[in-house]
Every structure is written in C-alpha cells, then in structure tokens.
C-alpha cells in the first residue's frame, strides 16, 4: 500500500490511474450525493456557482490520506468528505496553477496550501 498523502500534483500512476478509476467515479458520485441527501448543494468554494448552476463541478482532493494504491495495482477510494473540496473547473485549475507552479508553496502541506490559495481566490473574486 503506498500512500500519495506527501505529494502535490499526484504520481503519474495517481493521475493516469486513480482519476481514470470506477473507484475515484464512484466515490465522487456519492460525496456529491450525500451532500445534496444532508440537504446542501455543493458549490464552488471561490465563486459560489451551484452544482445545479454548473452543471458539473469538480471534486479537489485536499488530501491524498484516503487514496490507496493496492500492490495489484488496483485503487482503494477513501477520502474522508471534508479531504474533498468542491471546486468549478476555472478555479480548479486556477488553484493547481497557483499550487503546482509557484515555488512558495513547495513543502508545504498540501491542505494547507489549498486553503491558503483558495482564500486568495475568493478574495481576489470578491473584489471583482
Ligand atoms: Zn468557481
Ligand atoms: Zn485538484
């Protein structure tokens, strides 16, 4: 079993594999689910727009703790909700811009720096 939990962008294995994985699809179903059963639609963490609005958002892995790679190269999904973060496709990859290339957030940790660069954003959409 290893863990991916240390690094940013994922290994090519976690963005060939596990993003391609009926393990990941399924998992991203029910996240989304069970927030709209607990009566809350999920919605953009920068600019707000609703999955009903969107159409589709996307589903920011916070932490990497509950991927597991299994040794016959199959996918564990166990993300604990709150490791997921619902995010629009602009300012998805607005963060993984942000995160993946600026050197002042090497080392850190990565739902750290996810919070950080996702302040900024809506900050910086806010004053729009
Ligand atoms: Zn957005
Ligand atoms: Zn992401």
């Known amino acids: 079993m290893s863990r991916l939990s240390l690094t940013r962008t994922g290994s090519s294995a976690y963005q060939s ?5 009926q393990q990941w699809h399924w998992r991203r179903r ?13 919605a953009c963490q920068v600019c707000g727009v609703s999955l ?12 990497y703790d509950g991927v597991v790679e299994n040794p016959d190269g199959s996918w564990t999904a166990r993300e604990a909700d709150e490791d997921l973060m619902p995010l629009c496709r602009d300012h998805h990859q607005a963060v993984h811009r942000i995160m ?3 050197r002042d957030f090497h080392g850190w940790d990565r739902r750290r720096a996810t919070l ?9 959409w806010e004053k729009k």
Do not use: Q
């Not at 950080?116 to 910086?124: D, P």
């Open 52 to 63: 009903e609005d969107a159409g589709t958002l996307d589903l920011h892995h916070v932490s």
């Open 116 to 124: 950080v660069i996702v302040a900024f954003l809506r900050a910086k």
């Open 17 to 21: 594999g596990y993003l391609r994985s």
């Open 100 to 102: 993946d290339r600026k």
């Open 30 to 42: 029910r996240w989304f689910r069970d927030r709209r059963a607990a009566g809350f639609e999920p």
